[in-house]
T-cell receptor, first 115, second 110 residues
C-alpha cells in the first residue's frame, strides 16, 4: 500500500506570494491533518479535514487555509507569505475520526523556504 | 491532553537496549500514551501506544507504571537507524491533533 505522498517536496517562494501544497493520503484513509515544523516552535497542528469538512483547527492566522476533495486528497494554501512561514509542512492521514484508536501516518513533508 | 516531560537527549550504544523515559503525571484515565519518532528531515513515524498495560510490537516495548504517571519506551537492540527524535504524547484514543513536545534526541553510537 502506498504511503502518504506530498508534492512538491521542496519549494522556494518570495515574501508576499502565495503557495499551495498537496497531500494524497493512504488509500482508504479519510482524515487528513496538516502540521508545520520549525526549529523554534517544533511540530504544530494546523488543521484536520474529514469528508471534505474542516474538523479541527490550530492556532494559525487566516492566511493558512486548506481543503479536502471527495477523493480525500487535500491541499493547503498559505497566502501573503512571510519569512516566518519557512518550515517543513507535514501531512498525516488516518482512516477515520476521533473515537477510536488510529495511528497517524505522516508523509515526507514539503520544505518551504520564503526569501 | 496531559503534558509530557522527556529528557532532551540520550545516547545508547549500538546493540544495547535504549530506554526512553516519559513523565505524564497529570494524565487522565481515558488518555493513552503514544510514541512517535522522527528521523532527520522525515515525517514522524508511529511506534506504539498503550493505556495501562505494557505493550510490545515488532519495533518496541512500552512499559507504563501502575499509577500511569510515567512510562518507558524500550528499543531492545538499538541500531544506528534508530537515531531519531522520540516523542511521547498523551492523548485520548484517536484524538487529533497530536501535541508534540520537544521530544528526546536519541543518538545510537557504534
Amino acid at each position: 500500500k502506498a504511503g502518504v505522498t506530498q508534492t512538491p517536496r521542496y519549494l522556494i517562494k518570495t515574501r508576499g506570494q502565495q503557495v499551495t501544497l498537496s497531500c494524497s493520503p493512504i488509500s482508504g484513509h479519510r482524515s487528513v491533518s496538516w502540521y508545520q515544523q520549525t526549529p523554534g516552535q517544533g511540530l504544530q497542528f494546523l488543521f484536520e479535514y474529514f469528508s471534505e469538512t474542516q474538523r479541527n483547527k490550530g492556532n494559525f492566522p487566516g492566511r493558512f487555509s486548506g481543503r479536502q476533495f471527495s477523493n480525500s486528497r487535500s491541499e493547503m494554501n498559505v497566502s501573503t507569505l512571510e519569512l516566518g512561514d519557512s518550515a517543513l509542512y507535514l501531512c498525516a492521514s488516518k482512516p477515520g475520526l476521533a473515537g477510536a484508536h488510529y495511528e497517524q501516518y505522516f508523509g515526507p513533508g514539503t520544505r518551504l523556504t520564503v526569501t | 491532553d496531559a503534558k509530557t516531560t522527556q529528557p532532551t537527549s540520550m545516547d545508547c550504544a549500538e546493540g544495547r537496549a535504549a530506554n526512553l523515559p516519559c513523565n505524564h503525571s497529570t494524565i487522565s484515565g481515558n488518555e493513552y500514551v503514544y510514541w512517535y519518532r522522527q528521523i532527520h528531515s522525515q515525517g514522524p513515524q508511529y511506534i506504539i501506544h498503550g493505556l495501562k498495560n505494557n505493550e510490545t510490537n515488532e519495533m518496541a516495548s512500552l512499559i507504563i507504571t501502575e499509577d500511569r504517571k510515567s512510562s518507558t519506551l524500550i528499543l531492545p537492540h538499538a541500531t544506528l537507524r534508530d537515531t531519531a527524535v522520540y516523542y511521547c504524547i498523551a492523548t485520548r484514543s484517536g484524538n487529533t491533533p497530536l501535541v508534540f513536545g520537544k521530544g528526546t534526541r536519541l543518538s545510537v553510537i557504534a
